[in-house]
Each structure stands twice: as structure tokens, then as C-alpha cells.
């Protein structure tokens, strides 16, 4: 074997609801939007396999939202999977913990160029004209919270000379995940002596290692603001050299809705038609900047610094008349507005104002204290907004922290010094 090439897709999610836009919030046209993503990613996928014939396709983990399986998700996905058959790509198929074994129902007739992996490690030998192209070794979540290091039962075929891809649904120690799934460390990894690994679970695109290729692919949909900028698969290309082999790899965006934060700086702004002409520019920037699979862009606007409309821009009103405006304006892709944040404050010397002998001063100093000293912060807002929480039912409201205190801060700060500053 020279050189092989596969496509690595994982955590396709499909069936997910979309978090954080209500009803209210998005029209119809737009839920259908949301609500067909994933499926528009999975028909992506299936269409960039038909196109750039790889030798074969992996899909790394929770192909399905959630345990159970929607009969459009299964026979949307068999669809494709047979698309693939009739062009001889074969599908090698992990479970997640979203999606595990004991979940699954044997309600589909999989074609024959699918291997669903089981609850132990398998092997499975590819060929092409006759010889050995590949070992692809893999294993599916037996349950919902895996708690086994699946990595440590990965071995290399010591007698098969060629390419060996393992293929998991895992946590590496360092990940950003904060689901322990599966829990494994690159050196586990490297210890099964296989030539790359095709990984899910993590969200995000991201290569742990070269050599041997490690390589998480992200999702094929962003599904909350938290997952922004485009999402896809990987198309890798493995050729030997001197006895190994090495990879190199080319990310294909898949999902046709983006999400983005964009963050808009108002310093010494004073007129709200040039607040309006900022936002405009900064949504043209980002939807010109979009790859074309990108149809729809959810953004979350966020605006920053010192200006003299720091009260006006903290008025409901003015930011519900401001989206109204950019939901009508005329921009290269589709946009909504998923929501316009305040952090702005006001245009005054702070220097000055924190020497002041009087209540204005004496307030900023004390959230200049705080500020600096998170765990003060912490036990302050506990103490000051324990009546809030006494008499409310037990989970209604969750006490603020860490960022979300922080913002609650600099609100109290700017009303500070908009009411007690001498107008």
C-alpha cells in the first residue's frame, strides 16, 4: 500500500434540540432551520463521500443525541449508509456514551458495507485488489456512562504490515470535556502501537498527536453559541514511509448553521446611529468571512466600552429596537440575533471618581475589591442576595457565579454611576 484515504466524522447529534433559543425567539422558518441541521450535516457528509471516494468512512461516537433513536435519524442514517454501499465505501461505526449499545434498538436492516463495533475490542481487515489495505480496530460504548479505559484494550496485529486505525468514542486526559467518559491519556493511546486513531467526543476540531495521528474532528453541527465558527469532518490521507506511515489532514466544513459571539467596541461613541453602523459592520465582516457551508448564522452580540449611551444602550427598548433593525438589514448570509448584551459603561474619568470622598466613590471602591478577589465576591453576592433566594422554591434560581457574577458587578457599577455620578 501506498496511501489510503478515509473520512472521520463524529458526534453527529442528530435529533438534537437546539439550546438556547426559545420559541418566542425564533420564527417557525428558523426552528425548521434548527431543528434539520444535523440531518442537512449528515447529507452533507454522505455527498462529500460520493464526491471524493474514500476508502472508507468512520464515524467516531454518538452518531444519535440520545439513547432513544428516532426512526428519522436511523433511517436517514441507513439511507446514506446504502448511498455509500452502491459506491463500495465501506462504514466503520462506534457507539458513544450518548448513544450506547444497550441502547439500541434492532429495528434497522444495516447494509452489508456497515461494521457496528461491540462492547469488546474488534478487528476488522480491509482489502483492496486482494491485500491487506487496513486493520480497522474499534469498540462501542457498552452503556450510557462508560467508565472503562477502552484505549487499554487496543493492540496492533503484530503479523499485518499495514495501516491500523483504531477507532474510539473517549476522553483524553487534557481534553476540554467535562464528561469523563471513557477517560484515557495520549501515552494509553500510543501504547496500542497503532499507526492513528480516529476519536470522538470532543466538540471541538482539535489534532492531539502526529505520530501516531490523533485527531478529534469536532462535531458536524454546532449545537449552542458555545460551539461556534464551522464544524465538519476530517479527510485523511495516510501513506507509507520507510515502514510507517504518516497522515496528514484536510478539514471539510458540514454544518450549515453557524454560530458566532461578536464583540463591538464603543469606546467614546456617542451617537446611536454609529452604534448601529458598528454592529452592521461587524455582522458583514463575519457573514463575508463564512464558508459556504454555512446558510445560517446565530449570533450573540456583545457591546463593549466606555460611552456616553451606557445607560441608553442598558434600556430593554433600545436593544430590542437595535436587533429589530439588524434582523431587517441586507447582509451577505442569513442572520438572527440570538441576543445584544450590555457591557458597556460610562464615559467618566474612573481614576477620579474612585478618589471621591463620597457614596460614588466609596461604592467603587468596594467593587474594585471585589473585583480583584473572586472569593470575596463570592461570599459578598451570597450574603447580600440570600433574602432573593429564601423564600423561592427549591431550583428556580441558581446563585450567580463565576463569569455571570462578574457581570452582575460591572451592572451594579455602571447603575452606580449613573445614578450617584452629578449629571
Known amino acids: 500500500m501506498n496511501s489510503l484515504r478515509y473520512i472521520h466524522a463524529a458526534d453527529l447529534h442528530l435529533d438534537t434540540p437546539f439550546l438556547g433559543l426559545s420559541r418566542t425567539d425564533a420564527g417557525e422558518a428558523l426552528q425548521a432551520q434548527l431543528r434539520d441541521a444535523t440531518f442537512t450535516a449528515l447529507q452533507r457528509l454522505f455527498d462529500l463521500c460520493e464526491r471524493l471516494r474514500p476508502d472508507f468512512l468512520v464515524l467516531a461516537g454518538d452518531i444519535y443525541n440520545q439513547e432513544e433513536h428516532s426512526v428519522k435519524a436511523q433511517l436517514a442514517l441507513r439511507d446514506g449508509c446504502l448511498r455509500l454501499q452502491a459506491c463500495g465505501i465501506p462504514v466503520f461505526w462506534a457507539h458513544g456514551n450518548h448513544d450506547p449499545l444497550d441502547s439500541r434498538l434492532k429495528t434497522v436492516d444495516w447494509p452489508d458495507n456497515v461494521t457496528i463495533f461491540g462492547p469488546e475490542p474488534e478487528q476488522h481487515v480491509l482489502c483492496r485488489d486482494g491485500a491487506p489495505l487496513a486493520v480497522i480496530h474499534g469498540i462501542s460504548h457498552a452503556r450510557i456512562r462508560e467508565a472503562r479505559n477502552l484505549a487499554l484494550l487496543f493492540h496492533r496485529q503484530p503479523d499485518a504490515a499495514c495501516f491500523q486505525l483504531g477507532v474510539l468514542h473517549c476522553s483524553v486526559e487534557g481534553s476540554p470535556s467535562q464528561d469523563r467518559y471513557a477517560p484515557c491519556s495520549l501515552d494509553d493511546l500510543r501504547a496500542a502501537g497503532l499507526d492513528a486513531w480516529a476519536l470522538g467526543h470532543v466538540h471541538e476540531h482539535r ?65 446611536l446611529d454609529a452604534v448601529e453602523d458598528r454592529l452592521l459592520e461587524a455582522l458583514t465582516t463575519a457573514t463575508e468571512a463564512a464558508d459556504a457551508s454555512c446558510t445560517l448564522m446565530v449570533v450573540r452580540l456583545c457591546l463593549q466600552g466606555r460611552t456616553p449611551l451606557d445607560s441608553l444602550l442598558r434600556r430593554p427598548e433600545t436593544c430590542r429596537d437595535l436587533r429589530e433593525r439588524l434582523h431587517q438589514a441586507s447582509l451577505p448570509l442569513p442572520v438572527h440575533i440570538k441576543d445584544l448584551s450590555v457591557e458597556t459603561a460610562p464615559a467618566v474619568d474612573m481614576a477620579a471618581c474612585l478618589q471621591r470622598q463620597d457614596l460614588l466613590g466609596e461604592a467603587l471602591r468596594l467593587a474594585e475589591g471585589l473585583e480583584r478577589q473572586p472569593d470575596a465576591l463570592a461570599a459578598f453576592a451570597e450574603e447580600e442576595l440570600a433574602p432573593l433566594f429564601r423564600h423561592c422554591p427549591a431550583g428556580m434560581l441558581a446563585m450567580p457565579e463565576g463569569e455571570e457574577l462578574q457581570r452582575l458587578l460591572d451592572e451594579a457599577r455602571s447603575l452606580c454611576l449613573d445614578m450617584l455620578e452629578e449629571k
Do not use: K, M
Not at 465558527?229 to 489532514?249: I, Y
Open 207 to 271: 489534532i492531539l498527536a502526529r505520530s501516531p495521528f490523533i485527531a478529534y474532528p469536532g462535531n458536524t453541527q454546532g449545537l449552542h453559541i458555545n460551539e461556534g465558527g464551522p464544524r465538519g469532518c476530517l479527510l485523511v490521507t495516510a501513506e507509507a514511509c520507510d515502514g510507517t506511515f504518516s497522515c496528514r489532514e484536510e478539514f471539510l466544513p458540514l454544518g450549515p448553521v453557524q454560530w458566532q459571539r461578536l464583540v463591538i467596541g464603543l469606546d467614546a461613541v456617542e451617537q
